[in-house]
């Protein structure tokens, strides 16, 4: 069959980046399926209904779906969970359909299955890709032995706009930082052998410009430069995809008028023909059927056939290629290579996951008793609460807090298990989460809970109990911000203000004069100037999972050093976004001076309140002899960039070192600073350690017409404790220009520590 045969000879054709090519038995698998199966039973694979709801998995398998499976008619499952429900469902895949294709079960894993850890956002604040590796690893575990193979995560969005609610779900500002994030996320999640032990499929999402939506609305179009879309955009999707990524979502969105899910050239032109990708490509949920909302398809047939040809296999939740693919090949058969095509993608992707050697490698009915919040997930799950806290400000010393102090707790955050464990919860359960409130109670002896207000209420009743208890206590913990609702999908918010009551509590417990710690919770930054201005001490602390309490009192306490670092910054106020520390200089560069004409609001002050990369610690570090091993490298060389940092402090404490970079003089402006490495490390009072970054000319390179330029010039690097915290300059030279295929902050600084 000649589709049959292209697609296996596609299939063979080494591709560029770390996914095995498939072997010769996988190519011959799929041959021999593609030319056993009908135009339904191809179009069946490419089907993924959802076996349930969020909230109710598996409630839509009924007698229908199971005939449905019988056919040959689905390819995959989503909202699906539990490893002897899905060995009863992989049965009749596998023993009572015609051919035998097994399933592929997918849910939503975003911070874990049942072990909830950080949302993704307080994961990116850690800036430790080996935490989020370890975190995505335990819930690959728990995901696996519940029958699952394939999560919809990472998401790698960058998002300069928190009035999305969905920057909670990345890793916020920075392309560089969203790279990182994307290959330890991918790598957690499937290990360099998808065939192995304990592993899911990751998926990429969401490929386009979702982060770019307009005004920060949710589904909203996105208008942006071809350098923004490939230096900004792009880069974490290309690293998701080096890293092996098995699977990539289109976005719901259009870029300019196209949407996503039938923008043939970024799908099919870009991730398939340039990048190499052949694994799966899903699309989002309905987003197909949306494709006549849009106003590019008249008719479900006409949307089938768009996305086909962009490059999207499986149709997520719609159910259109299943209802109208067929009469959209009765009118027009070049259809058809295609939809081999797509089905190639995912019997290969079934084959890489070893499912036609064991359908039931996934799924450990007994481990699935054991392993679900175990200590060591708990463990894991902790350690990465306690990196991801950020503290803002410490006037005074006031953190950590002494163990005999009488402590007001004030807020309904505080004791709130449902927000801790965010929104996207998989199979999480609040009971499993233990809150600060709980925390604090179990390690301190004065502490007086007062909720005040909440962030869902307007009732200012119980704010003069506040008031009473903070003029009572020694200090006060006054935690407020978003709950797990606020931020989102869908979650969009003009206003980035305290929801509810909680300004008006927070106003007249700082009123009190009393020591006041600002715990800030919520899964996006907020805009609140003023309050961070007159707390002396401050924290934003996200949503933490299930070990959001013992990791907060951890803090608090001073039982460990904070050494989070903001991902995004904290803005003045929504009228300022989007906003971000990598911007162009202008040619009015903003001015402190409103007589002058700058680039600025003259009823706002110029930038956040803290900027992406700020984080404070309980130690000091001094940051000297910063060298480089040449002064002068070619396009294709690499420079080593070598910092001693020294604890200057009392306590052992880890830093964040940061490399950032400008090239001051270029054919197109340049970005005023780009990070382009980073390292956490411990230190105890007095060490020094050597931190070295090896940066290769192709992390300077920028996109133009089409290319990935490095030119000949000066590049000018900044090493420092945040983007606004520069310790020590240097600079070096590429002597030629040179071109480079691959996105600049794609590619990962290796960084030595001696
Ligand atoms: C979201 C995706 C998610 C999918 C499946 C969609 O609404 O945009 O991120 O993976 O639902 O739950």
């Known amino acids: ?87 009863d469902l992989q049965k009749v895949a596998v023993e009572e359909s015609r051919l035998k294709i097994p399933l592929l079960f997918a849910i939503d894993v975003i911070h874990g299955f049942r072990t909830l850890y950080p949302v993704p956002l307080a994961m990116a604040a850690t800036f430790d890709p080996e935490a989020y590796r370890a975190c995505a690893r335990m819930a690959a575990v728990e995901t696996s032995v519940s029958g699952l193979h394939w999560t919809f995560a990472p998401m790698v969005d960058v998002a300069r706009d928190p009035r999305w609610g969905r920057v909670v779900e990345g890793a916020g500002e920075d392309p560089y930082l969203g790279s990182a994030m994307a290959v330890a996320q991918t790598e957690g999640f499937q290990t360099k052998d998808l065939a192995g032990r304990d592993t899911v499929l990751a998926c990429v999402k969401h490929f386009g410009a979702y982060g770019a939506v307009a005004g920060g609305r949710d589904y909203d179009s996105a208008d942006l430069s071809e350098r923004t879309l490939n230096e900004v955009v792009m880069p974490a999707f290309h690293a998701g995809k080096t890293a092996g990524a098995g699977s990539f ?94 089905v190639g993608h995912i019997l290969l992707t079934k084959a890489r996951l070893g499912l036609f050697d064991d359908p039931y490698r996934f799924g450990d009915v007994a481990r699935e008793k054991t392993v679900m919040v175990s200590a060591p997930h708990r463990a894991i799950a902790r350690d990465a609460a306690r990196k991801a806290v950020v503290l803002l400000k410490n006037d005074g010393a006031l953190l950590p807090l002494a163990k005999t102090a009488k402590v007001a707790v004030v807020g309904a955050l505080a ?122 001490a401050s924290l934003m602390t996200w949503l933490l999972g299930v070990e959001s309490g013992p990791a907060l009192a951890d803090i608090l306490l001073g039982e460990a050093s904070p050494a989070g670092r903001l991902p ?54 001094a940051y000297s002899d910063l060298t480089l091993d040449k002064a002068t490298i070619g396009p294709n060389d690499t420079v080593s960039v070598t910092v001693a940092v020294t ?59 089409g290319r990935w330029r490095i030119q000949k010039g000066k590049i000018e690097l900044m090493v420092g404790a945040s983007s606004d915290d520069i310790r020590a300059r240097a600079a070096f030279a590429i002597s030629v220009d040179g071109w480079s295929d691959t996105p600049a902050a794609a590619l990962l600084t290796p960084v030595t520590v001696a």
């Open 1 to 87: 069959m000649a589709g049959g045969f292209a697609l296996a000879t596609t299939l063979l054709t080494p591709r560029p980046g770390r996914a095995a090519p498939p072997t010769a038995a996988h190519a011959q698998r799929i041959k021999t399926l593609l030319a056993r199966m009908t135009l339904d039973e191809k179009i069946g694979q490419m089907h993924q209904p959802a076996g349930g709801r969020q909230k109710a998995l598996n409630s839509k398998i009924d007698a229908a779906a199971l005939d449905l499976v019988r056919q040959g008619g689905v390819g995959s499952y989503l909202h699906v969970a539990g490893a002897q429900f899905l060995r």
């Open 249 to 342: 979502m289109t976005a719901f969105n259009d870029i300019g008028g196209v949407p996503t899910t039938a923008n043939a050239a970024l799908v099919r032109g870009q991730l398939r023909d340039k990048w190499g990708f052949d694994g799966i490509v899903v699309s989002d949920w309905n987003a197909i059927a949306e494709l006549i909302a849009h106003g590019v398809a008249e008719t479900p047939a006409q949307a089938a056939a768009l996305a086909l040809k962009a490059g999207v296999d499986m149709d997520m939740a719609g159910g259109v290629y299943a209802a109208h693919l067929k009469s959209a090949v009765a009118e027009d058969p070049s259809l058809l290579p295609l939809i081999d095509q797509a």
């Open 647 to 705: 604890n200057t402090g009392k306590v052992a404490a880890d830093e964040v070192v940061q490399l950032y970079m400008r090239d001051p003089l270029a054919a197109v402006a340049r970005p005023v600073k780009e990070l382009r490495g980073f390292r956490r490390l411990a230190l105890k009072p007095g060490e020094t350690r050597r931190v070295t970054f090896k940066l290769a000319a192709r992390q300077c390179a920028f996109w133009e017409a």
């Open 415 to 536: 004791d709130d298990a449902r927000s801790a464990i965010g929104s996207w919860k998989a199979r999480g359960e609040e009971t499993d989460a233990v809150t600060l409130l709980a925390a604090l109670k179990t390690r301190l002896s004065g502490v007086t809970y007062v909720p005040g207000a909440a962030p869902r209420s307007d009732d200012l009743s119980g704010v003069a109990a506040a008031v009473e208890a903070a003029k009572a206590a020694d200090v006060t913990l006054l935690v407020v911000g978003e709950d797990f609702d606020h931020s989102a999908e869908s979650r969009s918010r003009a206003d980035l203000s305290l929801p509810g009551g909680q300004k008006a509590l927070a106003d007249a417990v700082l009123a009190t004069g009393k020591p006041v710690v600002l715990v800030v919770m919520g899964g996006r930054p907020l805009a609140i100037p003023d309050l961070l201005a007159k707390a002396p």
């Open 568 to 621: 995004m910054g904290l803005p003045r106020d929504a009228g300022g976004l989007p906003e971000t520390y990598a911007h162009y200089p202008t040619g009015r560069p903003a001015n402190p001076d409103l007589a002058q004409d700058t680039a600025r609001y003259h009823d706002l002050d110029i930038g956040p309140v803290y900027p992406f990369g700020h984080g404070l610690s309980y130690a000091s570090f």
